[in-house]
């Protein structure tokens, strides 16, 4: 897309072209918002987005995502949004991402971003859009839509005494995301089923539309738009738009994060290395302690008849018919599990791509009260490209 395409936006007061074609961002979702916010960033000339999503495109999906075809049915979502993005805007460059957002998202690239945008549909994954957002010290902006209306909100670490995602959950937000799980292990239940929300085309362009513009507003510099507000915006019904402000947690796990990662520094190890590989580069001699993003489950032991399987999965994906041994037909198997490997355990001789760490993800190794980061490359895709 030319430069003339963009006079006329050239002429909207300390608007900076150049600023949005070096801009990069993440969209995570790939939904009808996704779609939305992908169409307009493609409009306007922003020169290098992320897309992720690890769904594929059904039916029902056709009526409220404008870069969806028929023909696209059971394609994954990242891969085909890409592709209509470069047919609106061939200068952009857009890189889809098949996986979900913790697992394929390397908090690395995370830092690079100059915003992030969640077309996410569930309180849980805005939990974790917003932990990660916070590590890596980007502002995000999150998008809700129903059939008749929407919400849009701003968190911003880089705006440490405002209000972020998780200061803002209540019980209800909580009880909602363990729905979804099993007691006490916090297994998936395989008979669990999200709750279908009833949307609209015209709820998420609208809801779409204020979340570019205000990334645009974060890129340009022009904020008119505080952090840690949400706006209300009815669409059925349009009987004046609601702003409200959300109150900051003092003791927010998430704004704890903000002063240690400010001034990160990382080393860059080969994501096929062994934890154990990766303490001796570090200069690490004697006991230390590898810690993962997430829970782990490491393997499943069956108390009745002895068995033992490595599974080798984060908590959240392991489903709880997977806790039934299929050598004995007992209902439940001991879980080997933890966030933390240990220098004399078996599973620091593993690749750490066996832990559902992607390229790009920063880790942590502590000795005696000192922390080391890492992060990680991936060499083969490296050589392949």
């Known amino acids: 897309?030319?430069?003339?395409k963009y006079d006329r936006l050239k002429r909207i007061p300390n608007w900076s072209q150049e600023k949005l074609t070096q801009a990069k961002v993440a969209v995570f979702g790939c939904g009808a918002l996704g779609n939305e916010v992908l169409k307009n960033l493609a409009l306007l000339g922003v020169g290098n987005i992320w897309v992720v999503d690890y769904d594929t495109i059904e039916k029902h999906n056709l009526t409220r995502s404008v870069l969806f075809r028929e023909s696209d049915i059971g394609r994954y979502k990242a891969e085909v949004v890409a592709e209509r993005v470069k047919e609106i805007n061939p200068d952009t460059q857009v890189h889809p991402i098949l996986g979900k957002l913790e697992f394929a998202f390397g908090r690395g690239l995370l830092r690079e971003m100059d915003v992030a945008f969640g077309c996410v549909d569930s309180f849980g994954a805005r939990r974790t859009l917003n932990e990660r957002c916070y590590f890596a010290g980007i502002p995000w902006i999150d998008g809700g839509i129903d059939y008749a209306m929407g919400n849009v909100a701003l968190f911003?670490?880089?705006v440490p005494e405002t209000a972020c995602y998780r200061c803002k959950m209540?019980?209800?937000h909580w009880e909602?995301?363990?729905e979804r799980r099993s007691?006490?292990?916090g297994y998936l239940k395989d008979d669990y089923k999200e709750p279908v929300i009833a949307t609209?085309?015209?709820t998420s362009s609208v809801i779409a539309a204020y979340q570019v513009e205000i990334a645009v507003q974060v890129i340009l510099g022009e904020q008119n738009f505080q952090p840690g507000t949400q706006l209300f915006l009815p669409v059925s019904f349009p009987t004046g738009f609601n702003l409200g402000k959300f109150k900051l947690n003092e003791e927010c796990p998430d704004h704890e994060l903000i002063a240690g990662q400010q001034n990160l520094s990382t080393h860059l190890v080969s994501i096929d290395s062994t934890p154990s590989e990766v303490a001796a580069m570090l200069g690490l001699d004697g006991e230390w302690v590898l810690e993962l993003p997430f829970d782990f489950v490491f393997k499943l032991t069956c108390p009745k008849c002895g068995h033992i399987e490595p599974i080798a999965t984060p908590v959240q994906e392991v489903k709880q018919s997977q806790t039934w041994c299929p050598k004995c037909d007992s209902d439940y198997r001991n879980p080997t599990k933890s966030f933390q490997i240990y220098k004399d355990y078996e599973n620091s001789?593993?690749?750490?791509?066996t832990f559902w760490l992607s390229e790009r993800e920063i880790i942590h190794f502590s000795q005696n009260g000192q922390l080391s980061y890492v992060e990680l490359t991936d060499e083969t895709s490296r050589?392949?490209?």
């Open 1 to 4: 897309m030319s430069d003339d």
């Open 156 to 158: 911003d670490p880089r």
């Open 170 to 172: 209540n019980s209800t």
């Open 176 to 178: 909602q995301i363990n």
């Open 183 to 185: 007691c006490p292990d």
């Open 200 to 202: 609209s085309i015209m």
């Open 349 to 353: 001789e593993l690749p750490l791509r």
């Open 383 to 385: 050589r392949e490209a």
